[in-house]
C-alpha cells in the first residue's frame, strides 16, 4: 500500500515549500509510492495524521521539521491507547530548520539518503514521552527553554540556526525565573529554576539541552537549574553546543537526571512546549511520563 507523505510548507520559514521539488524527486528516484497531503493551517498535522490512520496508512512521512514530527505523532496517537501496538510507522524527510531528531538518531540531512531509507521500510522503535496530554519524541520544556520559543516565534527576518541564537540572547536579557517543586523517580527538587528541559533526544533548536539523553534507553531525561544572573545564563550558553565534556549542565547550579515519571509544580504560570511547539503559555502544572520503545521509525 501507498504511504501517506504529510508536508509542512512553512518548515524553515517556508524554505520547506522550495525544496518540496527536491523532496518529491528524491521519493520518486527512490521508487517510493506515496499519497501526498499538505498543511494548511497551524496544528493541522493532527487531524492529517489521525485520519491518514482512519485510511488505513500504516507509514506516515513527516516532511518537515521536528514541531511537524511531534504533531503527526499525536495525531497516529489519537486512535492508541498506550499499550497495544502504535498505529502507524513514522518516516522523516528532514526539512526543517534545526532537524534535531534526525540528528538524535542518526538520520542523513540529504533527501535523496533520506528517501532511500524511507523506501527500504526497515523500522526501529523509539521511546515516546507524554508531557500532560501532548506526546513528544524529542523534547519538551517549561521555563527558559519556551520562554526562548516565544521569542524565536516572533523574529521574521532571519533563518535557520542564527534565529535560534538570536531568540536565546533575547530572552536571557528578560532573565525570567521561577520557583519549583520537582518530583522524579528516585529524587527530587525543591528551588529557583531558570530552565527546565526534558529530552528523548539529545538535542532541541540546536541545543544541547539533555546531552545525555538516548531516545533508546527506556527513559526520559531531565536538566534543569539555576543561573542568578544574566551574565551566569550567558556564560551557560556557549556551553549548551556541546554534548561531550564541559556541557552546560556540568556547571554550578545545572542538574541532569534520567527518570521514567515526573511531577513539576511552579510557584508562577511558564509557556511549555513539546517538540518546539507551544501547547500552553500560562501553566504551572506539568506530568511526564515514558512509553518505552513504543513508536516505530524508518531507519537504516
Known amino acids: 500500500m501507498k504511504i501517506k507523505v504529510l508536508h509542512n510548507p512553512y518548515s524553515n520559514r517556508w524554505n520547506s515549500l522550495k525544496r518540496w521539488p527536491e523532496a518529491d524527486s528524491a521519493l520518486k528516484a527512490a521508487g517510493v509510492d506515496f499519497d501526498l497531503s499538505v498543511s494548511g493551517y497551524a496544528d493541522q498535522f493532527v487531524d492529517l495524521a489521525a485520519d491518514a490512520v482512519k485510511q488505513g496508512f500504516t507509514t506516515i512521512v513527516a516532511a518537515g521539521g521536528d514541531g511537524t514530527i511531534g504533531e503527526i505523532t499525536n495525531g497516529v496517537a489519537k486512535s492508541w491507547d498506550g499499550k497495544s501496538k502504535f498505529p502507524a510507522t513514522i518516516g522523516i524527510l528532514p526539512l526543517g530548520s534545526a532537524n534535531d531528531l534526525a540528528f538524535a538518531l542518526g538520520l542523513p540531512l540529504d533527501l535523496n539518503e533520506a528517501a532511500k531509507i524511507i523506501a527500504a ?38 533563518r535557520g540556526m542564527v534565529r535560534y541564537l538570536v531568540a536565546a540572547i533575547w530572552a536571557i536579557m528578560d532573565k525570567p525565573e521561577w520557583n519549583g517543586n520537582l518530583k522524579w523517580d528516585g529524587g527530587d527538587y ?15 533548536g540546536g541545543f544541547f539541552m539533555t546531552p545525555h539523553a538516548d531516545p533508546f534507553d527506556r527513559k526520559l ?80
Open 221 to 300: 531525561t531531565l536538566a534543569f537549574g539555576y543561573r542568578g544572573t544574566r551574565l551566569g545564563l550567558f556564560g551557560a550558553l556557549p556551553r549548551a553546543f556541546r554534548e561531550g565534556e564541559g556541557s552546560y549542565v556540568e556547571m554550578e547550579g545545572m542538574h541532569e537526571v534520567h527518570f521514567t515519571r515526573l511531577s513539576v509544580h511552579l510557584d508562577k504560570p511558564s509557556p511549555a512546549h513539546t517538540d518546539g511547539e507551544i501547547f500552553d503559555t500560562w501553566v504551572t502544572d506539568l506530568e511526564y511520563q515514558i512509553f518505552p520503545q513504543a513508536v516505530p521509525v524508518l531507519m537504516p
Open 121 to 158: 521500510g526497515k523500522t526501529k522503535t523509539i521511546d515516546l514521552g507524554k508531557c500532560n496530554d501532548n506526546y513528544f519524541v524529542n523534547n519538551s520544556a517549561a521555563g527558559l527553554e519556551p520562554y526562548v520559543t516565544t521569542k524565536h516565534e516572533r523574529i521574521r527576518w532571519i
Open 190 to 204: 525543591n528551588g529557583p529554576l531558570s530552565l527546565l528541559s526534558v529530552g528523548n533526544g539529545r538535542r532541541t
